[in-house]
């Protein structure tokens, strides 16, 4: 069973710039997760999409933002990127949206802002 | 706020040892609670979970203990090995009926567990 897929692995964009990243769950995973990861702030949830619907969001900037396709497969958006945007960026799947259950998390996409 | 602390930023163990590393909470509402161990670069990779109805739950080498009343859990490795190398996070998760809590884990700052051969 494959599992859950980021792409690119890696991205350098200028500030100002916008950029998106990709992310295939595993299949039968409805439910996805997106994480900021840096040195200062450690792991910050950013949103989750259900369903094609965003049902939670962390507390970022609206220029941070996601969507859900019918194939549960995630994209997420950051417009007027930032230097401070540079980060390891994760995306998790799970299986059961209504209860608790443990997340399976990608390789990342690690983006710099120069 | 910091509501899921990891107070050890790095812990050093021989090969064959026990390896314990700690993490406390402060919400009493977070009911699921989550390892991961990770290397640089890569995602976090899970390990073992417990739900707050349990205090103990075991994987092989690997057993979690939750202290609702401290607020606290651990993870256990034994044996512990060279390559259990890595950056541990503990995470917690909340639940509520109807609510806007899915899907959103909080992770607590992580330790680095280096095991010597």
């Known amino acids: 069973k494959a599992g859950v897929t980021q792409t690119p692995r890696y991205l350098i964009k200028t500030r100002g710039q916008q950029v998106t990243l990709s992310c295939s769950p595993i299949?039968?995973?409805?439910?996805v997760s997106w994480y900021q990861q840096t040195p200062g702030q450690g792991l910050q949830f950013l949103f989750e999409?259900?369903?094609?619907?965003?049902?939670n969001k962390g507390n970022f900037p609206g220029r941070f933002s996601g969507r859900q396709f019918s194939n549960s497969r995630s994209e997420m958006n950051v417009s007027t990127l930032e230097l401070g945007d540079s980060a390891l960026y994760l995306c998790a799947s799970s299986y059961r949206p209504t209860e608790n259950t443990e997340a399976f998390f990608g390789q990342g996409t690690r983006l710099t802002v120069v | 706020d910091q509501q899921v602390k990891q107070n050890s930023p790095s812990l050093s163990v021989q090969e064959g040892r026990i390896s314990i590393l700690n993490c406390d909470y402060t919400n009493s509402m977070f009911d699921y609670f989550l390892w991961y161990k990770k290397y640089p670069a890569e995602g976090p990779t899970f390990l073992i979970s417990i739900s707050s109805i349990k205090d103990k739950n075991e994987d092989g080498r690997f057993t979690v203990f939750l202290n609702k009343s401290a607020k606290h859990l651990s993870l256990h490795i034994v044996p512990s090995q060279p390559g259990d190398s890595a950056v541990y996070f503990c995470?917690?998760?909340?639940?509520?009926?109807?609510?806007?809590?899915?899907?959103?884990?909080?992770f607590g700052q992580g330790t680095i567990l280096t095991v010597h051969p």
């Open positions: 999409y259900f369903s094609e619907t965003q049902r």
């Open positions: 299949s039968g995973h409805r439910s």
């Open positions: 995470a917690a998760s909340l639940f509520k009926a109807g609510g806007t809590s899915y899907g959103k884990l909080t």
